[in-house]
């Protein structure tokens, strides 16, 4: 369903099924041969019986179309592999991320719109990190009731902030033990295309507000200019009615998701205009780096990471 002003969901529709898809190529990155992550929590997080219509709609999307064949163009297809290695990219980049941040003595970290995210049960916290994780309470319920069942805990303090970011976030932070005194590492990883422009503006401002000296944000900016966007969402309305015509589920539709609103602010021009320090970095320059080179010019690869310390 197209979003409203004030919709909900839980981890199996909407926006929730966007963190069981990203954690589906998590989970296929870890399994991998040579895999530039590891996230060993994905794959359980994703084979529960109440994601299994989820998982069954993600891999048809992925499926590719009988009409591309072997020696085709692709014109029909998701590129699923490329789709992999950009989480794997991202992922690597935001995980150094946290590492570096914790290097330097933070030990107060935000993750908002968390979803399936497992950063607090896997990585190498120091003593004393609290971690707080902002998203629906649904979502966070499924993650926490899921992991506890199979005997994970998580590796930090984590700290559930059940709620949505549209809404009073910033007293809920607070009440969960936030201090805005402490330097703190904050994180909006898969998450702008999902909020109004002016939910944008107003979370960006209110992180700028709870942040001590010393606090850094990290950002991916989505880069799909609107030319490729239409031309890669009416590619994407051929391939639904194919598989419609065959009877499939079609229901998965992530451009339903998105939030069109011009005059989205840049992150980077933002943070730089509030006394932050800032560093761009492109995805595709990233992604080569790490020997995941894209394929072609269009597809997530055109998104980009931008870290922001406050001075």
């Known amino acids: 369903m197209p979003r409203t002003a004030d919709d909900s969901w839980d981890i199996a529709t909407s926006v929730g099924a966007t963190a069981v898809m990203v954690a589906l190529a998590?989970?296929?990155?870890?399994?991998s041969d040579a895999p530039l992550i590891r996230d060993e929590f994905a794959e359980l997080l994703v084979s529960t019986p109440e994601l299994s219509g989820v998982r069954e709609q993600v891999s048809a999307w992925w499926t590719p179309e009988p009409e591309d064949g072997?020696?085709?163009?692709?014109?029909?297809?998701?590129?699923?592999?490329?789709?992999?290695?950009?989480?794997?990219?991202?992922?690597?980049?935001?995980?150094?991320?946290?590492?570096?941040?914790?290097?330097?003595?933070?030990?107060?970290?935000?993750?908002?719109?968390?979803?399936?995210?497992?950063?607090?049960?896997?990585?190498?916290?120091?003593?004393?990190?609290?971690?707080?994780?902002?998203?629906?309470?649904?979502?966070?319920?499924?993650?926490?009731e899921t992991l506890a069942s199979l005997g994970a805990a998580p590796r930090a303090d984590r700290r559930a902030v059940a709620i949505d970011l549209r809404h009073d976030w910033p007293q809920a932070l607070r009440d969960a033990g936030f201090d805005a005194a402490r330097p703190t590492a904050w994180l909006a990883e898969g998450l702008l295309p999902f909020l109004p422009?002016?939910?944008?503006?107003?979370?960006?401002?209110?992180?700028?507000?709870?942040?001590?000296?010393?606090?850094?944000?990290?950002?991916?900016?989505?880069?799909?200019?609107?030319q490729r966007r239409a031309e890669a969402q009416e590619r994407w309305e051929q391939l639904r009615a194919r598989r419609?015509?065959?009877?499939?589920?079609?229901?998965?539709?992530?451009?339903d998701l998105w939030f069109d609103d011009e005059g989205r602010p840049d992150p980077g021009d933002w943070f730089a205009a509030h006394d932050g320090v800032t560093e761009s970095v492109s995805a595709r320059e990233e992604a080569v780096r790490l020997g995941r080179p894209p394929h072609g010019e269009s597809g997530p690869f055109q998104n980009g990471f931008v870290v922001a310390v406050k001075s």
């Open 244 to 255: 419609a015509a065959r009877g499939e589920d079609t229901s998965f539709d992530p451009f």
């Open 70 to 144: 072997p020696d085709g163009d692709g014109a029909y297809s998701v590129d699923s592999q490329q789709m992999i290695n950009y989480q794997a990219v991202r992922t690597h980049f935001f995980d150094a991320y946290f590492a570096e941040a914790a290097a330097s003595g933070i030990r107060q970290v935000v993750i908002l719109a968390a979803g399936l995210d497992s950063r607090a049960y896997r990585l190498d916290w120091p003593a004393g990190t609290a971690v707080y994780e902002i998203d629906l309470p649904k979502v966070l319920d499924y993650k926490a």
């Open 197 to 226: 422009a002016e939910a944008q503006e107003s979370m960006f401002a209110s992180i700028d507000a709870l942040s001590g000296p010393g606090s850094r944000i990290a950002v991916e900016i989505f880069g799909v200019d609107p």
């Open 26 to 31: 998590r989970a296929a990155e870890t399994a």
